[in-house]
């Protein structure tokens, strides 16, 4: 298709347009792909922010998975986080549930998210949670504390060579950020 | 078309408002040399501080803020800008054209250099220090921990990218549109057909960088978390963005270079460039692969082990069209009849220690073996062996080859031959040991070190020191050519040059080829 | 599948005695000849066997060069050819290098699928990258996780060449990490600001930490010795300041470590309830300040990259607001939530330590219960 009658500005205009267009596709196309890819993958290890709906099905008792808890505080967040337990033997297919603990130790009021990471990267898309903490923020007045639940299912389908699945929280400070911003998950 | 007037204006509004595109190549040129002292400097200051293991001159903050300008100056103010400079001086002449396609937007390409280098200077200067992440300015160090001056890294980058983009442009509108009659594609010297596929991937890759830097001034400023996990962000997004583009932008380096050194050997061995066709089919294979292997520049950061296979495989193909290039050059040394002025030595230290950056590559490319290589010394190694051996070595040899056809004077052989053997010395002294301290353990980026990597960094930091002093000698040199060097009164300088530029007078005059050539002698090719 | 151990006995590159201008990466064998981990030496094997086949083609691409260079030049008195191009040739040297590569890539892929082998542990450490030490984390199933930072031991005068450089110079910590011989360890890998990464060469494990993410890694190390590493991502001013330091102890050894680490926990907790002398406080606060706070703060509480102790209205005003700052942090600054990362005692301890040293002098004394009160509200 020609842009314009004299060759070179045709050669500009078709050039100029493949810039913008590259510009264009870093927003429009490179991040949605990699969320989309890690969402549906789960390569970087992260898991569904929606709460998974589940359907009823076997309990697979031939195999035990044995799922970490890990909780760490990011930089300058002071709460106190930690798991109920550190480790569990659960089926695949059977509902489990367990629950976090936090404190604020501050006087101030705060907010926080806990951004969960599953490793091996491979099993996040096996780990389904129907309700956890970290779907919403966390706000805890100064000296108050929290008991935060998750209640998860591993997949039946989860590779037979994966037996460790390790969820990692980590918690972050969100005061701030919580005005006007949407998390762009 | 055509001006009216008898030469060129006089004094700085010549230079200000020139569209002529040998005034604006010899800007791009002496701004790149400029930049290359500067970056030079930073250097200087970082191999000092590595002379001993203990700090002894600057504090560990500023000496990253040193290896970090020392970075982007190079990348992009010496090393690009000087390509560019090449680019405009002989691709029109090469080609048959009057000047580029677009000789205003060729000022303004240039013109915006200075000030947005001036920019990024300037953040030394500024609260919190110049940029101090590295030239890969990965988040989160460059957004939340970053100092105040990052805007100002921000705004540089925008600046230095529309500059490029706008070349590219320049350059493939010019390439596409402008040859004399005759000139097909596949007559093209081989030099015109790297750029064109080098602004190819220019006008491609530096959008990218553009987006990235502009997801960082978001994330920074306008509250987004494209980079942070808190937000539901992801700090290795930003790597995947930035690799995208900066693996085809050292190819963007290394293809003009590879385009000089197809000019230069088949011209002092007095043989056709061997394998011509193949050649250009290797450029484009080489341009092509080079979208598709980014990530192997993040082997460690914890990707699935399809994605690290997939990446290491399509790393290791690169090998098989940068190699049938070497062989070719190789070829085309072989029964010619050679001799070694200074553009040949350069133009064969190129050629071997180009190669030895390509093995280290190879080995890099190697995923299980790059976990004990990355993020470490060797990894420097290889890219200087690349960057410098391989670019600037090109560059060298550029300049002494084409400047009696721009200067009208030749330059001193001997000088010559001085400036390339302390070069070669000093270039290998610096950066060969870096090979052992990395395989030894050594990180980047670090301004202290383990007792064990004493010895070699010693070496090293004297190498570099060498190499430094051998570059005011190139200065000497191209000044000493251009005011008193010997007069030139061949078209062809050089006995076995081939080309269109080299059938026009030496100096060339300012307006060249205002009509298209006769394209009487055929190229062998 | 590659004999490692083959290919390294028969490396001809020689390996130096000591460590001392090493050329050449860790061959996964001890000086001992005991095999420190199989990974390990079996990522050297394939380090060495890429190295040889380049220097294999390197020595036919120079040597035809060479050749040419003496044999084809002009004052010879030689006639230029004139060929410029020959097909078969031409597809030769595409098809050969790209088998070459195909069996460069097999052994590759077989020690890459080795490396992500993390499953099936013995036991798993957390480890966290933080500006500028490590944090290790032993995961216990009954959820009594031992943890503690492991920071730079050398000194500032070392550092700053007023002090001649031990043997271990920048290599050496407080807290060393211990793991038994022998044993599958998986590390999970994260940082808690910017990213780092995890790296000690001779057992060959290096995996990044990014904030907010967990990685995985493993080893199994089965030479007894002291192994040491550093940071290897760019992590600000002190990255290159934050070294590994990895024990691997027999199995017994490794459980006492354990239980005296438990039990100095327990001691701990006991003495938070107890009152502590000034010049106990004073000392144990020296020591916290000294690997905790010195390298922002300065030796002499100068400051530096942080706000100076010495004449601090902060250090020397009330002392809420002195604690806030210790164990919250300061958000927006490189000044970290030490509530988080020090115990009651230590807070106590290097908060009275920098009410009174530098020539403050409040003559302040904070005991554990002050910390665990202000904790409280």
Redesign the interface.
Request: glycine share 8%; net charge negative; aromatic share 14%.
């Given at each position: 298709m020609r842009l314009s009658q004299d060759?070179?500005i045709d050669?500009?205009a078709k050039?100029?347009s493949?810039?913008?267009a590259?510009?264009a596709?870093?927003?429009v196309v490179?991040?949605p792909l990699?969320n989309v890819l890690?969402d549906a993958?789960g390569?970087?290890?992260?898991t569904s922010?929606e709460a998974y709906i589940s359907v009823s099905a076997d309990v697979d008792e031939t195999r035990f998975i044995k799922v970490?808890f890990?909780a760490?505080?990011?930089?300058?967040?002071?709460w106190?986080f930690s798991?109920?337990?550190?480790?569990m033997l659960v089926h695949p297919g059977a509902a489990n549930d367990t629950v976090f603990f936090a404190a604020n130790?501050?006087?101030n009021a705060m907010v926080a998210?806990a951004?969960p990471?599953?490793?091996?990267?491979?099993a996040a898309e096996y780990f389904h949670k129907t309700e956890c903490f970290c779907f919403e923020q966390q706000p805890l007045d100064?000296?108050d504390k929290a008991e935060m639940p998750l209640q998860f299912i591993v997949d039946q389908d989860l590779p037979a060579?994966?037996?460790?699945i390790?969820l990692?929280y980590?918690l972050?400070?969100?005061t701030?950020?919580i005005s006007?911003?949407v998390?762009?998950? | 078309m055509g001006d009216h007037h008898h030469g060129p204006a006089k004094g700085l509004s010549r230079w200000l408002y020139t569209t002529n595109h040998k005034d604006i190549g010899t800007m791009y040129l002496w701004f790149s040399f400029a930049m290359f002292l500067l970056g030079g400097a930073f250097a200087m200051v970082i191999r000092a501080e590595l002379f001993q293991p203990g700090m002894q001159l600057v504090e560990p903050g500023f000496f990253n803020q040193m290896t970090t300008l020392h970075g982007l100056v190079m990348v992009f103010g010496a090393i690009m800008p000087s390509f560019v400079g090449l680019a405009n001086w002989l691709i029109p002449m090469m080609i048959g054209a009057p000047d580029m396609a677009l000789p205003r937007m060729n000022n303004w390409s240039f013109w915006i250099l200075p000030p947005a280098f001036l920019m990024l200077a300037s953040t030394l200067l500024m609260e919190g220090g110049a940029p101090a992440f590295g030239w890969t300015f990965y988040a989160p160090l460059s957004t939340t921990y970053a100092p105040p001056s990052v805007t100002f890294f921000i705004f540089a980058i925008h600046i230095l990218g529309v500059s490029s983009i706008m070349g590219s442009i320049n350059i493939i509108a010019t390439v596409m549109n402008m040859r004399a009659p005759g000139m097909t594609y596949m007559k093209m010297p081989l030099f015109v057909w790297t750029w064109l596929i080098t602004a190819f991937l220019l006008v491609a890759v530096m959008p990218v960088l553009a987006g990235a830097v502009t997801m960082m001034l978001m994330d920074i400023h306008f509250g987004t978390s494209f980079f942070s996990a808190a937000g539901g962000g992801d700090p290795v997004l930003f790597q995947h963005i930035f690799w995208f583009f900066g693996h085809p932008e050292v190819y963007i380096i290394i293809l003009p270079a590879f385009g000089v050194i197809s000019q230069i050997i088949p011209a002092f061995s007095r043989k056709p460039l061997f394998g011509y066709a193949s050649m250009v089919y290797a450029t484009a294979g080489i341009a092509f692969l080079s979208f598709i292997v980014w990530a192997h520049h993040m082997y460690t950061v914890g990707m699935p082990v399809a994605g690290e296979l997939f990446f290491m495989y399509a790393t290791m193909l690169i090998a098989v069209p940068t190699g049938v290039k070497v062989f070719n050059w190789v070829t085309t040394m072989w029964r010619g009849a050679m001799t070694f002025e200074t553009p040949m030595l350069f133009s064969i230290g190129f050629l071997v220690l180009f190669t030895i950056g390509g093995f280290t590559g190879l080995m890099l490319s190697i995923a299980p073996a790059d976990f004990q290589y990355h993020d470490t010394y060797f990894v420097v190694a290889h890219f200087h062996y690349v960057m410098v051996a391989g670019a600037v070595f090109s560059m060298t040899a550029a300049v002494y080859f084409w400047l009696p056809k721009w200067t009208g004077r030749m330059y001193n052989e001997t000088m010559g031959k001085v400036h390339f053997w302390v070069s070669f010395i000093g270039f290998n002294v610096t950066f060969f040991p870096q090979h052992f301290v990395g395989l030894a353990g050594m990180p980047r980026r670090i301004p202290d070190y383990a007792l064990q990597f004493a010895d070699f960094n010693m070496m090293s930091s004297i190498g570099a020191f060498i190499y430094g002093m051998s570059q005011l000698l190139f200065l000497y040199n191209v000044i000493a050519a251009i005011v008193s060097g010997e007069k030139v009164s061949d078209e062809k300088v050089w006995d076995g040059a081939e080309g269109l530029e080299w059938t026009l007078p030496s100096p060339a005059p300012y307006h060249t080829f205002e009509t298209p050539p006769k394209l009487e002698k055929q190229p062998a090719y | 599948m590659l004999n490692a151990r083959a290919l390294a006995a028969t490396a001809l590159l020689p390996l130096a005695a000591n460590a001392q201008n090493q050329i050449n990466m860790s061959t996964g064998i001890s000086e001992a000849g005991a095999v420190i981990t199989d990974l390990g030496a079996e990522i050297y094997g394939l380090h060495m066997l890429i190295f040889w086949i380049c220097v294999a083609i390197g020595i036919g691409v120079f040597g035809v060069m060479l050749y040419s260079i003496y044999a084809h030049r002009k004052s010879k008195g030689v006639e230029p050819s004139q060929f410029h191009e020959h097909t078969g040739v031409e597809i030769a040297w595409t098809v050969v290098p790209f088998f070459i590569l195909v069996l460069m890539a097999v052994p590759a892929t077989s020690t890459l699928l080795e490396v992500y082998d993390n499953d099936d542990a013995e036991m798993s450490i957390l480890v966290t990258g933080y500006q500028w030490k490590w944090k290790y984390e032993y995961l216990d199933a009954d959820g009594e996780n031992i943890a503690f930072f492991s920071n730079l031991a050398t000194s500032q005068e070392q550092i700053y060449n007023t002090d001649t450089k031990g043997e271990n110079y920048l290599l050496e910590v407080d807290e060393p990490l211990v793991i038994p011989v022998d044993t599958k360890v998986r590390f999970l890998i994260t940082a808690n600001d910017v990213i780092h990464s995890w790296w000690v060469p001779e057992i060959a494990v290096k995996r990044d930490a990014i904030p907010g993410f967990i990685n995985e890694a493993w080893t199994r190390v089965l030479a007894e010795g002291v192994y040491r590493g550093q940071c290897t991502e760019l992590c600000g001013a002190y990255h290159g300041f934050m070294p590994v330091e990895v024990h691997v102890v027999g199995q017994g050894e490794f459980n006492d470590w354990m239980a005296a680490k438990r039990g100095a926990a327990a001691t701990d907790a006991a003495l938070a309830a107890t009152e502590l002398p000034v010049d106990e406080l004073m000392a144990r606060g020296e020591d916290v300040y000294n690997a905790s706070c010195l390298a922002c703060h300065g030796a002499n509480g100068e400051g530096g990259l942080g706000n100076a102790i010495a004449g601090s209205t902060i250090a020397m005003g009330g002392l809420d607001p002195h604690l806030n700052v210790i164990v919250n942090g300061v958000a927006g600054t490189a000044m970290q939530a030490f509530g988080a990362q020090l115990s009651d005692i230590d807070v106590a301890a290097v908060t009275t330590f920098q009410r009174n040293a530098f020539g403050n002098n409040t003559g302040d004394v904070v005991q554990a219960s002050d910390v665990v009160s202000y904790k409280e509200g």
């Amino acid at each position: 298709m020609r842009l314009s009658q004299d060759p070179t500005i045709d050669t500009v205009a078709k050039l100029c347009s493949v810039s913008m267009a590259m510009f264009a596709f870093v927003f429009v196309v490179m991040v949605p792909l990699y969320n989309v890819l890690c969402d549906a993958l789960g390569i970087n290890g992260k898991t569904s922010s929606e709460a998974y709906i589940s359907v009823s099905a076997d309990v697979d008792e031939t195999r035990f998975i044995k799922v970490q808890f890990i909780a760490t505080n990011n930089d300058a967040m002071p709460w106190s986080f930690s798991p109920e337990v550190t480790e569990m033997l659960v089926h695949p297919g059977a509902a489990n549930d367990t629950v976090f603990f936090a404190a604020n130790p501050t006087m101030n009021a705060m907010v926080a998210q806990a951004i969960p990471s599953v490793s091996p990267s491979r099993a996040a898309e096996y780990f389904h949670k129907t309700e956890c903490f970290c779907f919403e923020q966390q706000p805890l007045d100064g000296n108050d504390k929290a008991e935060m639940p998750l209640q998860f299912i591993v997949d039946q389908d989860l590779p037979a060579d994966i037996k460790t699945i390790t969820l990692s929280y980590t918690l972050f400070d969100v005061t701030a950020l919580i005005s006007d911003k949407v998390a762009s998950r | 078309m055509g001006d009216h007037h008898h030469g060129p204006a006089k004094g700085l509004s010549r230079w200000l408002y020139t569209t002529n595109h040998k005034d604006i190549g010899t800007m791009y040129l002496w701004f790149s040399f400029a930049m290359f002292l500067l970056g030079g400097a930073f250097a200087m200051v970082i191999r000092a501080e590595l002379f001993q293991p203990g700090m002894q001159l600057v504090e560990p903050g500023f000496f990253n803020q040193m290896t970090t300008l020392h970075g982007l100056v190079m990348v992009f103010g010496a090393i690009m800008p000087s390509f560019v400079g090449l680019a405009n001086w002989l691709i029109p002449m090469m080609i048959g054209a009057p000047d580029m396609a677009l000789p205003r937007m060729n000022n303004w390409s240039f013109w915006i250099l200075p000030p947005a280098f001036l920019m990024l200077a300037s953040t030394l200067l500024m609260e919190g220090g110049a940029p101090a992440f590295g030239w890969t300015f990965y988040a989160p160090l460059s957004t939340t921990y970053a100092p105040p001056s990052v805007t100002f890294f921000i705004f540089a980058i925008h600046i230095l990218g529309v500059s490029s983009i706008m070349g590219s442009i320049n350059i493939i509108a010019t390439v596409m549109n402008m040859r004399a009659p005759g000139m097909t594609y596949m007559k093209m010297p081989l030099f015109v057909w790297t750029w064109l596929i080098t602004a190819f991937l220019l006008v491609a890759v530096m959008p990218v960088l553009a987006g990235a830097v502009t997801m960082m001034l978001m994330d920074i400023h306008f509250g987004t978390s494209f980079f942070s996990a808190a937000g539901g962000g992801d700090p290795v997004l930003f790597q995947h963005i930035f690799w995208f583009f900066g693996h085809p932008e050292v190819y963007i380096i290394i293809l003009p270079a590879f385009g000089v050194i197809s000019q230069i050997i088949p011209a002092f061995s007095r043989k056709p460039l061997f394998g011509y066709a193949s050649m250009v089919y290797a450029t484009a294979g080489i341009a092509f692969l080079s979208f598709i292997v980014w990530a192997h520049h993040m082997y460690t950061v914890g990707m699935p082990v399809a994605g690290e296979l997939f990446f290491m495989y399509a790393t290791m193909l690169i090998a098989v069209p940068t190699g049938v290039k070497v062989f070719n050059w190789v070829t085309t040394m072989w029964r010619g009849a050679m001799t070694f002025e200074t553009p040949m030595l350069f133009s064969i230290g190129f050629l071997v220690l180009f190669t030895i950056g390509g093995f280290t590559g190879l080995m890099l490319s190697i995923a299980p073996a790059d976990f004990q290589y990355h993020d470490t010394y060797f990894v420097v190694a290889h890219f200087h062996y690349v960057m410098v051996a391989g670019a600037v070595f090109s560059m060298t040899a550029a300049v002494y080859f084409w400047l009696p056809k721009w200067t009208g004077r030749m330059y001193n052989e001997t000088m010559g031959k001085v400036h390339f053997w302390v070069s070669f010395i000093g270039f290998n002294v610096t950066f060969f040991p870096q090979h052992f301290v990395g395989l030894a353990g050594m990180p980047r980026r670090i301004p202290d070190y383990a007792l064990q990597f004493a010895d070699f960094n010693m070496m090293s930091s004297i190498g570099a020191f060498i190499y430094g002093m051998s570059q005011l000698l190139f200065l000497y040199n191209v000044i000493a050519a251009i005011v008193s060097g010997e007069k030139v009164s061949d078209e062809k300088v050089w006995d076995g040059a081939e080309g269109l530029e080299w059938t026009l007078p030496s100096p060339a005059p300012y307006h060249t080829f205002e009509t298209p050539p006769k394209l009487e002698k055929q190229p062998a090719y | 599948m590659l004999n490692a151990r083959a290919l390294a006995a028969t490396a001809l590159l020689p390996l130096a005695a000591n460590a001392q201008n090493q050329i050449n990466m860790s061959t996964g064998i001890s000086e001992a000849g005991a095999v420190i981990t199989d990974l390990g030496a079996e990522i050297y094997g394939l380090h060495m066997l890429i190295f040889w086949i380049c220097v294999a083609i390197g020595i036919g691409v120079f040597g035809v060069m060479l050749y040419s260079i003496y044999a084809h030049r002009k004052s010879k008195g030689v006639e230029p050819s004139q060929f410029h191009e020959h097909t078969g040739v031409e597809i030769a040297w595409t098809v050969v290098p790209f088998f070459i590569l195909v069996l460069m890539a097999v052994p590759a892929t077989s020690t890459l699928l080795e490396v992500y082998d993390n499953d099936d542990a013995e036991m798993s450490i957390l480890v966290t990258g933080y500006q500028w030490k490590w944090k290790y984390e032993y995961l216990d199933a009954d959820g009594e996780n031992i943890a503690f930072f492991s920071n730079l031991a050398t000194s500032q005068e070392q550092i700053y060449n007023t002090d001649t450089k031990g043997e271990n110079y920048l290599l050496e910590v407080d807290e060393p990490l211990v793991i038994p011989v022998d044993t599958k360890v998986r590390f999970l890998i994260t940082a808690n600001d910017v990213i780092h990464s995890w790296w000690v060469p001779e057992i060959a494990v290096k995996r990044d930490a990014i904030p907010g993410f967990i990685n995985e890694a493993w080893t199994r190390v089965l030479a007894e010795g002291v192994y040491r590493g550093q940071c290897t991502e760019l992590c600000g001013a002190y990255h290159g300041f934050m070294p590994v330091e990895v024990h691997v102890v027999g199995q017994g050894e490794f459980n006492d470590w354990m239980a005296a680490k438990r039990g100095a926990a327990a001691t701990d907790a006991a003495l938070a309830a107890t009152e502590l002398p000034v010049d106990e406080l004073m000392a144990r606060g020296e020591d916290v300040y000294n690997a905790s706070c010195l390298a922002c703060h300065g030796a002499n509480g100068e400051g530096g990259l942080g706000n100076a102790i010495a004449g601090s209205t902060i250090a020397m005003g009330g002392l809420d607001p002195h604690l806030n700052v210790i164990v919250n942090g300061v958000a927006g600054t490189a000044m970290q939530a030490f509530g988080a990362q020090l115990s009651d005692i230590d807070v106590a301890a290097v908060t009275t330590f920098q009410r009174n040293a530098f020539g403050n002098n409040t003559g302040d004394v904070v005991q554990a219960s002050d910390v665990v009160s202000y904790k409280e509200g």
